[in-house]
């Protein structure tokens, strides 16, 4: 019998996911599922309504185009335009693909080799490691620390070495909430353009920043041939089943991306693509409300869980909120996140695996509030009861 592991080696330790387990936990118990970031209600309902005419009308039922429909991909120029007064080239500079993951996962296998390293701030989101291990490379943390977890630039600079081949973003950030400044930005694109790196932006939350402002760094001067803008539908318009993401970035950049992932998924969500076209195209008060509506939010379950005594950090944007867990005498977040369902009716997740090394989070709990009201109150009022 072969003895050889089935698994690829560069997977090893992996597992499934937290938010598999955790989710898993909420069903199996019935409890409030405050760990993995989706909302519990759907979004617009005339974007609904455009995917269901999308699929009446025959539209996106066969293959769509690899590169995306051209609807959804000028309405993503259209964006970039609107927001951040950026141009782009819907045919060459757009690629749309099945969620910001396999956005992320293209654009590490495209652009890295084996011996490369990339930095990323961790905390970070579990499929940066994975994508970087399957792309034979390494990755280099650079942690983010409470109360602030504001980046430490000078810390990036050291670590940048001959071997690196990009920098890994994500702002506003997951799962600390915090949001990059201008000025922060300003040196990490000095920094990029002296030392010749591409930086990779992940900006799913970019329409949720309740304090501060959203700049994409492609923006910025000498970024724009150096720069992957990775975004995505499901979390600013509340449809994160349907999996519908892009990249924008120089054309030689978005061809590098391309190659992969037309052996990823090829292609995936045509209805929804459809959809999605015109839900970019929403007025700016639809884009408001739902910052406000989850800045509202944020702020119930914020004073809920120091209410119930735990320290908290709130974020400056994301849906999530970061918490220690040392001020209630507990010291492990994973084990404290494993019994809350039984305990309190209630899902977290523990922050100690978004690190390399576990022990730095080791007592930070992760809650999300992209829920209804009335759930994160009674949330609070159950944790408060533990």
């Known amino acids: 019998m072969n003895t050889r592991p089935l698994l690829n080696r560069r997977l090893d330790g992996l597992g499934t996911t937290i938010f598999a387990e955790m989710s898993a936990l909420a069903t199996a118990t019935g409890a409030i599922n405050l760990g993995q970031g989706f ?32 609807e959804l991909r000028t309405a993503v120029t259209e964006h970039q335009q609107r927001f951040y007064g950026l141009a782009f080239d819907p045919d060459t500079e757009v690629l749309v693909t099945a969620g910001a993951t396999e956005a992320i996962a293209a654009t590490m296998l495209s652009l890295l080799e084996p011996g490369d390293e990339v930095i990323a701030f961790e905390p970070y989101y579990d499929s940066y490691a994975a994508c970087i291990q399957m792309a034979g490379a390494t990755r280099v943390p650079l942690t983010l620390h409470a109360p602030a977890f504001r980046p430490d630039l000078d810390a990036l600079r050291d670590a940048v070495t001959d071997r690196t ?15 990059l400044t201008r000025e922060e930005l300003t040196a990490i694109a000095e920094l990029a353009v002296e030392r010749d790196l591409i930086v990779v932006t992940d900006e799913v939350y970019e329409h949720l920043v309740f304090e501060g ?65 015109e839900a970019l195209r929403l007025p700016d008060g639809y884009f408001t409300g739902f910052r406000e509506d989850l800045r509202a939010k944020r702020d119930i379950l914020a004073e809920g869980l120091t209410a119930a005594g735990f320290e ?7 849906y999530f909120i970061t918490t220690d867990i040392a001020v209630l005498g507990e010291k492990d977040a994973l084990a404290f996140c494993r019994s809350l369902p039984e305990r309190c009716g209630v899902v977290a997740v523990p922050n100690s695996v978004f690190y390399d090394d576990p022990e730095v989070g080791r007592s930070q709990v992760r809650f999300a509030f992209c829920k209804k009201k009335d759930v994160l109150r009674e949330a609070a009022s159950c944790l408060k009861q533990r």
């Open 39 to 70: 909302p519990d209600t759907d979004g617009p309902e005339e974007i609904r309504e455009a995917a269901v005419r999308a699929l009446r009308e025959g539209k996106g039922n066969q293959y769509p185009p690899g590169p995306g429909i051209p």
């Open 165 to 179: 081949r990009l920098l890994l973003l994500n702002s506003p950030h997951n799962p600390t909430g915090m949001v």
């Open 213 to 277: 402002e959203h700049i994409p760094l492609i923006s910025l001067p000498g970024m724009r041939d150096r720069t992957v803008s990775i975004s995505s539908a499901g979390k600013t318009f509340s449809f994160t089943g349907w999996k519908v993401g892009w990249v924008t970035a120089s054309a030689p950049l978005v061809a590098a991306i391309r190659t992969t992932k037309q052996f990823l998924t090829y292609v995936s969500s045509g209805p929804f693509q459809y959809a999605v076209a």
């Open 312 to 318: 908290v950090f709130r974020p400056q944007g994301t």
